[in-house]
Protein backbone atom coordinates (compact mmCIF):
# COMPACT_ATOMS: atom_id res chain seq x y z
CA UNK A 1 0.00 0.00 0.00
CA UNK A 2 1.31 3.18 -0.78
CA UNK A 3 2.52 5.06 2.16
CA UNK A 4 0.82 7.99 2.74
CA UNK A 5 -2.58 6.12 1.34
CA UNK A 6 -1.68 3.89 4.79
CA UNK A 7 -1.14 6.95 6.69
CA UNK A 8 -4.96 8.06 6.05
CA UNK A 9 -6.45 4.55 5.83
CA UNK A 10 -8.92 5.31 8.78
CA UNK A 11 -11.01 8.54 9.59
CA UNK A 12 -13.23 10.44 12.55
CA UNK A 13 -13.95 12.87 9.87
CA UNK A 14 -17.74 13.30 9.32
CA UNK A 15 -19.95 11.68 6.71
CA UNK A 16 -21.14 14.28 4.06
CA UNK A 17 -22.88 14.18 1.04
CA UNK A 18 -23.43 15.85 -2.48
CA UNK A 19 -25.01 18.68 -3.28
CA UNK A 20 -25.70 19.48 -7.08
CA UNK A 21 -23.29 19.03 -9.31
CA UNK A 22 -21.77 21.80 -11.20
CA UNK A 23 -18.22 21.53 -11.46
CA UNK A 24 -15.93 18.87 -13.77
CA UNK A 25 -12.42 18.70 -13.13
CA UNK A 26 -10.83 16.47 -15.12
CA UNK A 27 -6.91 16.11 -14.96
CA UNK A 28 -5.82 15.86 -18.29
CA UNK A 29 -2.55 13.85 -17.53
CA UNK A 30 0.31 13.81 -15.18
CA UNK A 31 2.98 14.97 -17.67
CA UNK A 32 4.36 18.37 -16.29
CA UNK A 33 7.52 20.08 -17.42
CA UNK A 34 7.96 20.50 -13.62
CA UNK A 35 8.28 18.36 -10.75
CA UNK A 36 7.28 20.70 -7.65
CA UNK A 37 7.90 19.99 -4.06
CA UNK A 38 4.35 20.75 -2.98
CA UNK A 39 3.00 18.64 -5.93
CA UNK A 40 -0.08 16.17 -4.80
CA UNK A 41 -0.02 14.28 -8.41
CA UNK A 42 3.62 13.67 -8.41
CA UNK A 43 3.58 14.91 -12.19
CA UNK A 44 6.68 15.37 -14.25
CA UNK A 45 8.33 15.33 -17.30
CA UNK A 46 9.03 11.63 -17.05
CA UNK A 47 4.96 10.53 -16.71
CA UNK A 48 3.40 9.42 -19.74
CA UNK A 49 -0.26 8.87 -18.90
CA UNK A 50 -2.29 11.00 -21.03
CA UNK A 51 -6.26 11.25 -21.66
CA UNK A 52 -7.03 9.98 -24.94
CA UNK A 53 -9.17 11.71 -27.59
CA UNK A 54 -12.05 9.41 -26.93
CA UNK A 55 -12.16 9.71 -23.18
CA UNK A 56 -12.10 13.45 -23.77
CA UNK A 57 -15.62 13.28 -26.05
CA UNK A 58 -17.16 11.44 -23.24
CA UNK A 59 -15.87 14.42 -21.03
CA UNK A 60 -17.43 16.37 -23.62
CA UNK A 61 -20.82 14.40 -23.74
CA UNK A 62 -20.87 14.44 -19.77
CA UNK A 63 -20.66 18.23 -20.05
CA UNK A 64 -23.66 18.49 -21.98
CA UNK A 65 -25.82 15.83 -20.56
CA UNK A 66 -25.48 17.07 -16.92
CA UNK A 67 -25.56 20.74 -17.97
CA UNK A 68 -22.35 21.35 -16.30
CA UNK A 69 -21.31 25.13 -16.32
CA UNK A 70 -17.29 24.74 -15.58
CA UNK A 71 -15.20 22.27 -16.60
CA UNK A 72 -11.82 22.61 -14.53
CA UNK A 73 -8.78 21.46 -15.90
CA UNK A 74 -5.87 20.28 -14.72
CA UNK A 75 -2.87 17.87 -14.62
CA UNK A 76 0.36 17.48 -14.56
CA UNK A 77 0.28 20.68 -16.87
CA UNK A 78 -3.15 20.42 -18.67
CA UNK A 79 -1.31 22.35 -21.90
CA UNK A 80 0.74 19.43 -22.16
CA UNK A 81 -2.45 16.81 -23.84
CA UNK A 82 -2.57 16.84 -27.31
CA UNK A 83 -6.30 17.19 -27.43
CA UNK A 84 -6.41 20.55 -24.32
CA UNK A 85 -7.11 22.80 -27.45
CA UNK A 86 -9.72 20.49 -29.04
CA UNK A 87 -11.31 20.01 -25.71
CA UNK A 88 -11.19 23.87 -24.60
CA UNK A 89 -12.31 24.81 -27.95
CA UNK A 90 -15.54 22.22 -27.90
CA UNK A 91 -16.35 23.35 -24.06
CA UNK A 92 -16.45 26.96 -25.03
CA UNK A 93 -18.46 26.45 -28.08
CA UNK A 94 -20.89 25.28 -25.38
CA UNK A 95 -20.64 28.23 -23.17
CA UNK A 96 -18.97 26.43 -20.59
CA UNK A 97 -16.73 28.18 -18.57
CA UNK A 98 -12.83 26.92 -18.64
CA UNK A 99 -10.57 27.27 -16.28
CA UNK A 100 -7.01 26.14 -16.84
CA UNK A 101 -4.72 25.27 -14.23
CA UNK A 102 -1.80 26.32 -15.74
CA UNK A 103 2.00 26.25 -13.81
CA UNK A 104 3.00 29.39 -15.83
CA UNK A 105 6.44 27.85 -17.11
CA UNK A 106 4.36 26.14 -19.20
CA UNK A 107 3.69 29.29 -21.23
CA UNK A 108 7.79 29.95 -21.72
CA UNK A 109 8.41 26.24 -23.23
CA UNK A 110 9.10 25.30 -26.58
CA UNK A 111 6.27 24.46 -28.45
CA UNK A 112 3.91 26.64 -26.60
CA UNK A 113 4.49 29.98 -27.64
CA UNK A 114 0.83 30.57 -29.18
CA UNK A 115 -0.58 29.01 -25.81
CA UNK A 116 -1.15 32.37 -23.93
CA UNK A 117 -3.21 33.74 -27.54
CA UNK A 118 -4.79 30.68 -27.61
CA UNK A 119 -6.07 30.93 -23.78
CA UNK A 120 -6.71 34.89 -24.45
CA UNK A 121 -8.87 33.51 -28.15
CA UNK A 122 -11.30 31.23 -25.77
CA UNK A 123 -11.41 33.95 -23.04
CA UNK A 124 -10.44 30.84 -20.52
CA UNK A 125 -9.92 31.79 -16.89
CA UNK A 126 -6.40 31.48 -16.14
CA UNK A 127 -5.33 30.35 -12.27
CA UNK A 128 -2.21 29.95 -12.26
CA UNK A 129 0.26 28.71 -9.78
CA UNK A 130 2.43 31.40 -8.09
CA UNK A 131 3.50 29.71 -4.70
CA UNK A 132 5.03 32.83 -3.38
CA UNK A 133 5.68 36.41 -4.79
CA UNK A 134 9.59 36.01 -3.73
CA UNK A 135 11.87 34.37 -5.86
CA UNK A 136 13.59 32.00 -3.58
CA UNK A 137 10.83 30.73 -2.17
CA UNK A 138 9.51 29.56 -5.51
CA UNK A 139 12.60 28.26 -6.79
CA UNK A 140 13.05 26.40 -3.80
CA UNK A 141 9.76 24.49 -4.47
CA UNK A 142 9.42 24.35 -8.37
CA UNK A 143 13.42 24.64 -9.25
CA UNK A 144 15.97 27.28 -10.45
CA UNK A 145 14.80 29.35 -13.02
CA UNK A 146 10.89 29.09 -12.55
CA UNK A 147 10.26 32.09 -10.95
CA UNK A 148 11.37 34.43 -13.83
CA UNK A 149 10.02 32.17 -15.84
CA UNK A 150 6.80 32.51 -14.83
CA UNK A 151 6.94 36.30 -14.17
CA UNK A 152 7.42 36.11 -17.99
CA UNK A 153 4.58 34.16 -18.48
CA UNK A 154 2.42 36.40 -16.53
CA UNK A 155 3.59 39.82 -18.16
CA UNK A 156 2.81 37.90 -21.48
CA UNK A 157 -0.84 37.52 -20.03
CA UNK A 158 -0.99 40.80 -18.36
CA UNK A 159 -0.15 42.31 -22.04
CA UNK A 160 -3.10 40.08 -23.65
CA UNK A 161 -5.40 41.66 -21.43
CA UNK A 162 -5.71 38.87 -18.80
CA UNK A 163 -6.19 40.34 -14.85
CA UNK A 164 -6.62 43.61 -16.05
CA UNK A 165 -9.23 46.10 -14.35
CA UNK A 166 -11.16 46.96 -17.30
CA UNK A 167 -10.71 43.42 -19.06
CA UNK A 168 -13.37 39.89 -18.67
CA UNK A 169 -10.36 37.83 -19.21
CA UNK A 170 -9.69 36.56 -15.31
CA UNK A 171 -5.90 35.69 -13.63
CA UNK A 172 -5.94 34.59 -10.73
CA UNK A 173 -2.97 33.30 -9.27
CA UNK A 174 -2.47 30.26 -5.99
CA UNK A 175 0.11 30.13 -3.28
CA UNK A 176 0.78 26.69 -1.31
CA UNK A 177 2.95 27.70 2.14
CA UNK A 178 6.38 25.60 2.41
CA UNK A 179 6.41 23.17 5.31
CA UNK A 180 3.88 22.08 7.91
CA UNK A 181 2.20 25.19 7.95
CA UNK A 182 -1.48 26.42 7.25
CA UNK A 183 -1.78 29.20 4.31
CA UNK A 184 -1.71 32.91 6.05
CA UNK A 185 -5.44 34.43 6.11
CA UNK A 186 -6.16 34.69 2.25
CA UNK A 187 -7.50 38.66 1.58
CA UNK A 188 -4.31 39.76 3.34
CA UNK A 189 -2.13 37.91 1.60
CA UNK A 190 -3.54 38.73 -1.48
CA UNK A 191 -3.10 42.47 -0.85
CA UNK A 192 0.75 41.22 -0.33
CA UNK A 193 1.08 39.59 -3.82
CA UNK A 194 -0.54 42.53 -5.63
CA UNK A 195 1.40 45.43 -3.46
CA UNK A 196 4.73 43.61 -4.31
CA UNK A 197 4.40 42.12 -7.84
CA UNK A 198 2.85 45.26 -9.39
CA UNK A 199 5.31 47.42 -7.36
CA UNK A 200 8.20 45.14 -8.21
CA UNK A 201 7.39 43.85 -11.94
CA UNK A 202 4.16 45.81 -12.65
CA UNK A 203 2.02 42.47 -12.95
CA UNK A 204 -1.58 42.71 -11.83
CA UNK A 205 -4.03 39.74 -11.49
CA UNK A 206 -7.62 39.36 -10.32
CA UNK A 207 -7.61 37.04 -6.94
CA UNK A 208 -5.26 35.33 -4.75
CA UNK A 209 -5.97 31.55 -3.65
CA UNK A 210 -4.63 29.97 -0.51
CA UNK A 211 -4.97 26.37 -0.57
CA UNK A 212 -3.47 24.16 2.15
CA UNK A 213 -0.97 21.40 1.32
CA UNK A 214 -2.76 18.24 1.60
CA UNK A 215 -0.76 15.43 2.92
CA UNK A 216 -0.74 13.12 -0.18
CA UNK A 217 1.63 11.49 -2.61
CA UNK A 218 5.00 14.07 -2.97
CA UNK A 219 4.30 16.29 -0.57
CA UNK A 220 2.58 13.31 2.03
CA UNK A 221 6.07 11.38 1.27
CA UNK A 222 7.84 14.10 2.28
CA UNK A 223 6.30 14.53 5.30
CA UNK A 224 6.81 10.78 6.11
CA UNK A 225 10.31 10.01 5.41
CA UNK A 226 10.78 13.60 7.97
CA UNK A 227 8.63 12.39 10.24
CA UNK A 228 6.76 15.25 10.20
CA UNK A 229 3.26 13.17 9.34
CA UNK A 230 1.61 12.87 12.58
CA UNK A 231 2.53 16.37 13.31
CA UNK A 232 1.27 18.16 10.12
CA UNK A 233 -1.95 15.98 10.76
CA UNK A 234 -2.75 17.16 14.15
CA UNK A 235 -2.10 20.32 12.96
CA UNK A 236 -4.86 19.86 10.12
CA UNK A 237 -7.13 18.48 12.68
CA UNK A 238 -6.62 21.17 15.61
CA UNK A 239 -7.89 23.53 13.54
CA UNK A 240 -10.85 21.78 12.14
CA UNK A 241 -13.62 23.82 11.71
CA UNK A 242 -17.82 22.36 11.59
CA UNK A 243 -18.65 25.78 9.50
CA UNK A 244 -15.59 24.81 6.54
CA UNK A 245 -17.93 21.51 5.63
CA UNK A 246 -20.86 23.17 3.80
CA UNK A 247 -18.04 24.89 1.51
CA UNK A 248 -15.72 21.57 0.53
CA UNK A 249 -15.37 21.62 -3.66
CA UNK A 250 -16.51 17.39 -2.97
CA UNK A 251 -20.21 18.96 -2.52
CA UNK A 252 -20.55 20.15 -6.24
CA UNK A 253 -17.62 18.88 -7.83
CA UNK A 254 -16.69 15.44 -9.95
CA UNK A 255 -12.84 14.96 -10.40
CA UNK A 256 -12.06 13.39 -13.28
CA UNK A 257 -8.84 11.26 -14.13
CA UNK A 258 -7.01 10.63 -17.11
CA UNK A 259 -8.81 7.54 -18.08
CA UNK A 260 -12.27 8.57 -17.43
CA UNK A 261 -12.55 7.21 -13.64
CA UNK A 262 -14.42 9.68 -11.46
CA UNK A 263 -13.78 10.47 -7.85
CA UNK A 264 -15.25 12.56 -5.27
CA UNK A 265 -12.36 14.98 -5.54
CA UNK A 266 -8.82 15.47 -6.95
CA UNK A 267 -7.21 14.34 -3.80
CA UNK A 268 -9.24 11.14 -3.80
CA UNK A 269 -8.39 10.80 -7.33
CA UNK A 270 -4.76 10.49 -6.23
CA UNK A 271 -5.15 8.08 -3.87
CA UNK A 272 -7.29 5.76 -5.87
CA UNK A 273 -10.47 5.87 -3.50
CA UNK A 274 -13.83 5.56 -5.47
CA UNK A 275 -16.65 7.38 -5.82
CA UNK A 276 -18.42 7.14 -2.51
CA UNK A 277 -21.76 6.34 -4.15
CA UNK A 278 -19.84 3.14 -5.27
CA UNK A 279 -17.36 1.89 -2.39
CA UNK A 280 -16.71 -1.18 -3.75
CA UNK A 281 -15.17 -0.19 -7.33
CA UNK A 282 -14.04 2.54 -9.66
CA UNK A 283 -17.00 4.36 -11.58
CA UNK A 284 -16.07 5.02 -15.22
CA UNK A 285 -17.45 8.36 -16.72
CA UNK A 286 -19.49 6.25 -19.62
CA UNK A 287 -21.07 4.60 -16.37
CA UNK A 288 -22.96 7.79 -15.40
CA UNK A 289 -23.72 9.56 -18.26
CA UNK A 290 -26.63 6.54 -18.06
CA UNK A 291 -27.71 7.11 -14.78
CA UNK A 292 -29.34 9.55 -12.37
CA UNK A 293 -28.39 12.37 -10.86
CA UNK A 294 -25.33 11.90 -7.72
CA UNK A 295 -27.60 14.55 -5.92
CA UNK A 296 -27.36 13.77 -1.81
CA UNK A 297 -24.99 10.72 -2.80
CA UNK A 298 -21.98 9.91 -0.01
CA UNK A 299 -18.84 11.06 -0.45
CA UNK A 300 -15.50 8.75 0.51
CA UNK A 301 -13.74 11.13 3.04
CA UNK A 302 -10.18 9.65 5.05
CA UNK A 303 -8.26 11.84 6.88
CA UNK A 304 -7.07 14.21 4.41
CA UNK A 305 -10.03 15.93 4.07
CA UNK A 306 -9.39 17.92 7.52
CA UNK A 307 -6.94 19.60 5.24
CA UNK A 308 -10.02 21.10 3.39
CA UNK A 309 -11.63 22.32 6.23
CA UNK A 310 -8.72 23.46 8.59
CA UNK A 311 -8.57 27.16 9.31
CA UNK A 312 -9.93 29.01 6.77
CA UNK A 313 -10.63 26.39 4.77
CA UNK A 314 -9.56 24.84 0.96
CA UNK A 315 -11.07 24.56 -1.87
CA UNK A 316 -9.89 24.57 -5.65
CA UNK A 317 -11.23 28.19 -5.23
CA UNK A 318 -9.21 29.12 -2.38
CA UNK A 319 -10.17 29.59 1.48
CA UNK A 320 -13.82 29.01 2.30
CA UNK A 321 -14.69 31.71 4.33
Known sequence: MHGTLAHLEHTDFPAINRHALE????????????????????????????????TVDLVLDFIKKENIHTLDLTGG????????????????A????????????ILEEPGFEEMAEFLTANKVVVTAS?????????????????????LSAL?????????????PLQ???????????????????????????????????????ALTNLPIQRFGNMLISKGLFNDYMQLLKDNY?????????????????????VYDCDFNQMLQLPLGANPASKTHLSELINTSSLLDSPITVRQHCYGCTAGQGSSCGGALD
Open 171 to 209: LNLVFNPQGINLPPEQKALEKIYKEHLQANYGIVFNKLF
Open 130 to 150: LPCYLEDNVDKQRGKGTFNAS
Open 241 to 261: RQENLSGVMCRNTLSVDWQGF
Open 94 to 105: MDVTVIDRCNLV
Open 23 to 54: ILQVNLGYLCNLSCTHCHVNAGPKRTELMAKA
Open 155 to 167: KKLNSLGFGQADS
Open 77 to 92: APEMNPHFNYLVTKAR
